[in-house]
């Protein structure tokens, strides 16, 4: 979405509401590909005289895999985030000393996709789970232990500690 703040700009103090819906791109993340529900966004501007903030609320969805049991999930996001919004410099500087959160427009034209995107990005969960009772996978067998239990001897150990603890007897 790319918001004219021709308008916007003619006053401090200025501001306008949109809200919209959109498509955002997947993302590669540790090899796996997620994919995105399209964006509920709500984007307010604010003329702040020398920049324009941007308050957001973002509601979407990030189509994951269980850490534990590798099934599909479907993890909410709902976020609020603030972007401030600086006029790109006619000629650009050696060192402005703008901040990174400072995101640069021109031509009166800001693109807020990537931003939503960024930060929808940077609030997806490291090791996602279908629930919070998931048991996940037997580490020997691979069965999906939420399906039932495997006939993998009984044991609250992970096969490397138990391969540790034979190493350890021999001695
Ligand atoms: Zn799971
Ligand atoms: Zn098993």
């Known amino acids: 979405m790319r918001i004219d703040v021709t308008e916007l700009r003619r006053g401090i103090g200025r501001e306008a509401t949109y809200e919209f819906r959109e ?7 540790a090899g796996e590909t997620v994919t995105f529900e399209p964006a509920q966004v709500t984007a307010r501007l604010v003329n702040a ?3 324009i903030g941007g308050y957001f609320e ?5 189509h994951m895999l269980c850490s534990r049991c590798l099934k599909p999930v479907l993890v909410p996001i709902d976020m609020e985030f603030m972007v401030v919004y600086q006029q790109a410099p006619a000629t650009p500087g050696k060192d402005d000393g703008l901040e990174h959160e400072v995101v640069l427009y021109t031509e009166n034209r800001i693109d807020v996709s990537d931003d939503v ?3 929808l990005v940077l609030e997806l ?6 629930g919070p009772s998931c ?4 580490l020997r067998c691979g069965k999906d232990l939420n399906e039932g239990d495997c006939d993998c001897p009984k044991t609250d150990e992970n096969p490397g500690m138990s391969v ?6 021999r001695e």
């Open 125 to 130: 969960p490291m090791k996602p789970v279908c």
């Open 49 to 51: 005289g020398d920049s």
């Open 164 to 169: 540790l603890k034979d190493l350890l007897k």
């Open 58 to 62: 973002v509601s979407s969805g990030a």
């Open 23 to 29: 498509a955002v791109q997947p993302v590669e993340m």
């Open 135 to 138: 048991k996940g996978l037997c």
């Open 117 to 119: 995107r960024q930060h």
